[in-house]
């Protein structure tokens, strides 16, 4: 992993633009959906700034808003679940 910064905006006006570079891998996705599913099993109504409170620690800090797209896809998941809508079979 690694981060640059890259310069934006007109010449008399410069603004520095963190820019994250990161390699996602197929065991880190599995940990995060196994690490979220597990949180939202204990928090039925939690919300997603909650979700990251509790486990965005365990991840790098760019990582927020792939949890808060787990959190989305295990809620979607469980309420097809609860309708008897049929999915994709998902493992998380």
Partial sequence: ???????????DRKARAAVRYREDTPGELARARAAVAAWR????????????????????????VVLRAVLFAVDRHRA???????????QP
Wanted: charge should be negative.
């Fill in 41 to 64: 099993d204990r928090n039925p109504a939690g919300t997603g700034d909650e979700l990251i409170a509790v486990v965005g620690h365990q991840f790098h800090q760019d990582y927020a």
């Fill in 1 to 11: 992993m690694t981060a640059g910064i890259r310069e934006t905006g007109t010449p």
């Fill in 80 to 90: 097809r679940q609860v309708t008897g809508i049929p999915c994709m079979e998902w």
